[in-house]
């Protein structure tokens, strides 16, 4: 075997190799974002991208207006609080709270709460909202009426409804609600949230790397979280010190 012709084997060879072996697949990661899978799979972006053209929007006023109730201005120092009375993290959760994103079920919520040591509080978390397409829904309507319409479908509507009728404050402004969202995007869901089994996970990669079952790989990621919150309200109870 002349010299010539055993070095094109050893040349050749790691490319037969690759070929048998085919092509990688995709492997997702518990931290990658749903959002980013599902626009691979061929789905169009959620509607709440933040409009960063405008200034002053950044993910730290976004998170100032969330957990304080402030945010650095563009021009230096800080806005007015929004509410005098409330803010963001008084109603709703900025970690994910319950254990199953698929279900309703106030008692695992409870005890999800409980064991991972966080409030059980009245409002769903922020964790994961640009994730879901519905709000305001179930027995809002009997509180807050026509208001809740445009909220229903629209996140930036439902966060100015929060602003002005939950936490009886002003209303964002623009930068400002760009700014929630923006910040809100990092606290969305994640691949590892959805509980999927090994096989299941198998079955989005596999869309992933070769463009077949996608639209069933879509349904399977949505099937793992809802898509609104109900709310349901209840009567006080007739003694408020036995409860």
């Not at 509607?47 to 021009?75: H, M, N």
């Not at 005098?84 to 254990?99: I, W």
């Not at 509980?195 to 879509?218: F, H, P």
Request: glycine share 10%; proline share 6%.
């Amino acid at each position: 075997m002349s010299a010539w012709f055993t070095k094109a084997i050893l040349i050749l060879l790691p490319f037969t190799i690759w070929l048998l072996a085919g092509t990688p697949g995709v492997q997702l990661e518990e931290t990658t974002s749903v959002e980013t899978v599902l626009q691979q799979l061929g789905e169009q972006p959620m509607p709440y991208q933040p409009d960063t053209t405008l200034e002053g929007v950044s993910v730290e006023a976004g998170r100032g207006i969330v957990l304080t109730g402030f945010a650095p201005k563009p021009g230096g120092g800080k806005t007015g609080k929004q509410s005098k009375h409330y803010v963001c993290t008084a109603c709703h959760n900025v970690q994910r709270d319950e254990y199953d994103l698929s279900v309703a079920d106030p008692q695992a919520r409870l005890e999800y709460a409980r064991d991972n040591g966080l409030p059980f509080l009245q409002g769903t978390a922020l964790y994961g909202a640009v994730n879901r397409s519905s709000f305001y829904n179930g027995d809002y309507e009997e509180k807050y009426g026509d208001l809740v319409k445009p909220a229903r479908n629209s996140l930036r509507a439902a966060i100015q409804l929060c602003a002005t009728e939950c936490s009886q404050g002003r209303a964002l402004e623009p930068w400002e609600l760009e700014s929630v969202l923006a910040y809100l995007w990092t606290i969305d869901l994640k691949i590892g949230d959805l509980l999927l089994q090994k096989e299941e996970l198998a079955q989005i990669e596999e869309a992933l790397s070769t463009g077949k079952g996608e639209q069933e790989a879509v349904a399977l990621i949505r099937s793992k979280y809802l898509s609104g919150s109900p709310a349901t309200f209840v009567a006080p109870p007739e003694d408020r010190k036995a409860g």
